[in-house]
């Protein structure tokens, strides 16, 4: 079990770099970054001058080894836009996505699982066909189509929505939150839902596929011909182990969640990490971009991880394979 | 009164292909204590017969008509609750296949104690005394700490020996065992065989032993029951059914035990194959490949009762 | 009544009458093909979808004769028509704006009918060239096996890891915009998935013994490959294309939608949703929705086929 969670780590170590490489040579390499820092008739001594200061005159290998020990310092330079070093401004945003997708998250598991639960054990009835219709729906929907839609019943159409924006936040062990307060939720519910969307449909179909196959198994029969009656069936033999493979597809999902936040941030001008990369690559701003690439992969990566660490705690027979 | 009585059982399945008589007509009687093995080829009905007494069977399968009378109660009125009750506690049951029976995110000892704990109410301590008890009985050593292992820890007849402890932690007055030894390596066939006869013996449960392997319940048994294509076609106690099988089925199946004065010889097997239940041939479903089949026997033959045998057979071998 | 004898092997044989079994000969084998055309046809949802699918791909083909109006083409577009609701009158009264103008005077429906024709034909192409290559590497990996395998596999890996927009996003900032380079972006995007699929399902094929026999015999590599490995992966092949053209249709929708993408020159439905956006809150509802309903419609019609398929083609899936 250990070398295996090892070989894991080594494998998203390798991911990381790799990443950070396309990152570097995309973003330094190609294009000549100097034209965006200089005014634009800045004679050719100043140009000079400028990219000496900036390291851009180095060999690419040694760009990129600053570039690597700069990074394991939490520096990725500053910002061309807004001056900051972009490590910081990703890192002020961070709670506002995170904030989004936790809130995609619950509402996935609150929707997808007992409507999944319900169609895989009532094959062939009237809900499980809907419920098979809304799945592809969710599916093939693209997420910014759906945040239109959503604006224009919710907020434009009958008024109880905001239609962008972020509400009144509190703080919250030192992190701004918007949960806490109703008017603050108002503004997450439509963002929230939007984001959910697809991923409800995706955990409705796993739920569903997983219930089947589970309610089939000999040990519910078994648990059954022992006198379990429906309510512990359910609670104490079923769901624990339909929730092995959705669970472990949740945690995944969440790492997608973090990246697909930035539609939906762009659609609900929702003050996150996603707009602001989307704004940062439309204005060529560099370091951001890199920054938020390094950072979402790293928490990618992360979260990933502690998916297969989670999936060895939920299904003991995994834990003595390697044994 | 005795403790299990069936009455002219028929289980049907509807199926898309058609609608199949698993179990046609199928009665037999079970005295507390005793042991009534049920001998069948795949295909037989043995097996629905375990899932229909304990009315687990799963859609497009149900009983049609039919009586169960357990210690007098009609089963066949019986409430979901009233079967809640009674499975586990009352009647259990042992699964062909341990592997796929136990829950696999669950400890044995919490499986166990768990059949203990929905019958009765008992503090935690006489509750995991309990499950050791009976780890015990079943001959698993070490049983405090072998209660917190995982099944697929364990050993196939380790796991098939948890599985009776299941059957057994509540005492009950009846015990189906559909095939239990069937997914077992020989050797521990023998030794599980052996230890749910002493269990039997020692607690007066009756038990209902379910098998294709005629010599298994040779020993076991104290009635036997021979079914093919879903009838019962002869039964009645063991020595005599096997001694002086009436049904040229029963016949059959002995002869293809090997003997040990066989050696050498060609082993006997039955011509032909069990005919499918959803083309069975009008009348008796043996006729094909019964060597004595005549024209009469295109017509379903009723039980014919010589004492305490009971058989289906229009050409009946001779009584010795 | 046929007279069974003792000896009867299967006793299904004499449920068959009148035929002697010396003579008699079976019909010829369908083709797959055929067979799962049939089979399919009898799914009530997918022949729908399909119906529909044919339906777009044919008014997208015929775009440039049908549309009632060029709205790339500036003299026939006048800014004084803009923002006229559905079922307006040009000035001139020659046209009917069935679904409005955009905010330039455009012609919402000749403008869904352009964009149809580039969103089907960014997501199709992409995702053909991105099948031609991942099946390439596939087969390639599966043939070879052992280390050109592992390389090969750990490249699609680290690929798969990451999540599709971003790579996309990354690599339309390095490109720029343009639809050559959308569509290597897609196809960037696209080749591992179908790698993966490949690689499994030639495996598969590979481990068989007379894979090993035909090698002996020297059989040339691209030969095995194609005529023995490949025939095996069609089936799950062929549902993965499917949900990949819907992938990338979306993909590219999206993309546009950011801004990022294809150019004001070329504009996908994304690109017209994108436009359109600004005007929601307006109440002109018809410049986003309507081609954002064309959008969806393509894609979930792909998608339903898609699905369909893989019922067809597994019918161990069938409920």
Known sequence: MLDMLARRALQSVLVVFVMSILAFVGINLVGDPIYLLVPPDATQVEIARASKALG???PVHQQYGRFLLNALHGDLGNSFIFNRPAVSLILERMPATLELAVAALILSAAI?????MWAGLHPGSMGQKLAAGFSILGVSVPVFWMGMILIMVFSVGLGWLPSGGRGPTASLLGVQVSFLSWSGIKFLLLPALTLALHNIALIMRITEASTRDVAHQEYVRFARAKGVGPMRLMFRHIAPNVMIPVVTVLGLEFAHL?????????????PGMGKLIIDSLLQLDRPVVVAYLMVVLMLYVLINFTVDVLYLVLDPRLRTKAA | MALLEVDRLVTEFHTGAGVVRAL???????????????????????????FSLMNLLEAPGRIASGSIRFKGEELGAASPTRWSQLR??????????????LNPVMRIGAQLAETVAIHARASRAQIDEQVCSALRRVGIAAPAERMRAYPHELSGGMRQRVAIANAIINAPDLIIADEPTTALDVTIQGQILYEMKQ?????????????????????????????????????????????????????????????????????????????????????????????????????????????????????????? | MPQPSPNTMDMNATAVSGTDSATATLPPPESPWRLTARRFGRRLPGVIAAAFLMLLVLLALAAPLIAPQDPYDLAQVTIVENERAPGALSDDGRTTFLLGTDGAGRDMASAILYGLRISLGIGVASALVALAVGTVVGLT??????????????????????????VALVLLAVLGQGVDKTLL??????????????RGSAMVERNKEYIEAAMGQGLPAHRLMLRHMLPNCMAPLVVTTTNQMANAITLEATMSFLGIGLPQTEPSLGLLISNGFDYVLSHQYWISVFPGLALVLLVVSISVVGDQLRVVLNPKLDT
């Open chain 1, 258 to 270: 973090i990246a697909f936040s930035l539609i939906t941030e762009t659609i609900f001008a929702w």
């Open chain 3, 185 to 198: 972006a897609l196809v960037l995007v696209q080749w591992a998935t179908f790698a993966r699929n490949v």
């Open chain 1, 112 to 116: 997808g699982i007992p409507f999944g």
């Open chain 1, 56 to 58: 851009l005159d180095l």
């Open chain 2, 199 to 320: 269990l039997v013996r020692s607690s007066g449960t009756a038990l209902l032993w379910i098998t294709h392997d005629i010599s298994l319940v040779k020993d076991l048994a104290d009635h036997l029951c021979v079914m093919y294509a879903g009838r019962v076609i002869e039964q009645g106690p063991v020595d005599q059914v096997i001694g002086q099988p009436r049904h040229p089925y029963t016949r059959g199946l002995i002869d293809s035990l090997p003997h040990a004065a066989s050696r050498g010889k060609r082993l006997y097997s039955i011509p032909g194959a069990t005919p499918p239940l959803l083309a069975l041939p009008p009348g008796c479903a043996f006729a094909p490949r019964c060597s004595r089949a005549s024209a009469a026997c295109s017509v379903t033959p009723q039980v014919t009762v010589a004492g305490a045998r009971e058989f289906r057979c229009f050409h009946p071998l001779d009584r010795p």
């Open chain 2, 24 to 50: 046609d007509n199928v009665s037999f009687t079970l005295e507390r204590g005793k042991v009534l093995g049920i001998v069948g080829e795949s295909g037989s009905g043995k097996s629905v017969t375990a």
């Open chain 3, 141 to 166: 990996a599966a043939y070879f096996g052992g280390k050109v395998d592992a390389v090969l596999m750990r490249i699609v890996d680290v690929q798969l890891s990451l999540p599709t927009i971003l």
């Open chain 2, 88 to 101: 586990g506690d009352r009647i259990a049951m042992v699964f062909q296949d341990p592997m796929m029976s």
